[in-house]
């Protein structure tokens, strides 16, 4: 079941700031940037941090963070906030101080960057499909995410605007076909009320018969698993009649993708969840840009290894 829609394209600073602290431990080693040391200590430059092609912005905060734990004299001017759209050749930012802080963090920074706005771009395409068709269907990620960066994915997903599915197993009860191993749908949504009252209650489907029975314990969705349209447009009549109140929604998950999202949309279902979304998303690519020479003798900076 999906959280509401944050308002908030940002994830917490904190998770943020352990996130930003390990990958810069990552990168520099026990030894630092060797090609930086390289550079003189009082040269100082200006950078524009460009998008090379057309996307949505996402990771501000771990990219500022990045620049920041390196070295907190380094003034960063940040042009366009997550969730807004950038074209290629376009400034996403500034970053002026230390050309050697300045290289040592720009890697950090882009990669956080890049892959965050990959997500939001990606997010942003799946939104405007399915909103032409049907302007009340949602776009929800998975949990198939990069395990520690969990929170930053599900907030570029935000930032693209798309809605979160249960951010982990503790926060609503989603039963799939290997919990139906032990136990039936009628007894799994039962238990599931009992025990933990308040919380959405999804039962995974692959069959009408399922969307059927669930309907009819209560449950709060039904996830269509793999579905054909065919099927799926069924289902989506069946529980119209057996729900017409909404109190169970539908949702549709499974290989679906940019062409196919809009048909289940225009059916009718209330949910689209795309694990794409956040596992296969590709990068927004983005580069560092020197404004300002730092000296005639002095190595300019591009995109980085």
Known sequence: MPAPLSPDPYPPIDVVRRAVRGALAEDLGGLGDLSAALVPSAKMASLALVSRSSGVV????CAKEAFGQLDDG??????LPDGSSV???EPVAEVTGSLRSILTAERTALNFLGRLSGIATLTRRYVDAVRA???????LDTRKTTPGLRALEKAAVRAGGGHNHRFGLFDAVLIKDNHLAGLGITDAVGKARAMWP????????DRIEQVEEACRAGASAVLLDNMSFEQASACVELVGGLRPDGSTLVEVSGGVTLESAPRYAAMGVDLIS?????HSAPVLDLGLDLMTAPGADDPGA???N
Not at 274 to 278: D, E, K, R
């Open 302 to 304: 591009d995109e980085g």
């Open 87 to 89: 074209g290629p050749g």
């Open 74 to 79: 380094l003034k960063i001017l940040w042009h």
């Open 133 to 139: 068709v049907n302007p009340s269907t949602r776009v």
């Open 58 to 61: 996402a990771g501000e905060l």
């Open 198 to 205: 308040g919380r959405a209650v999804e039962i995974e489907c």
């Open 274 to 278: 795309v694990g794409a979304l956040t």
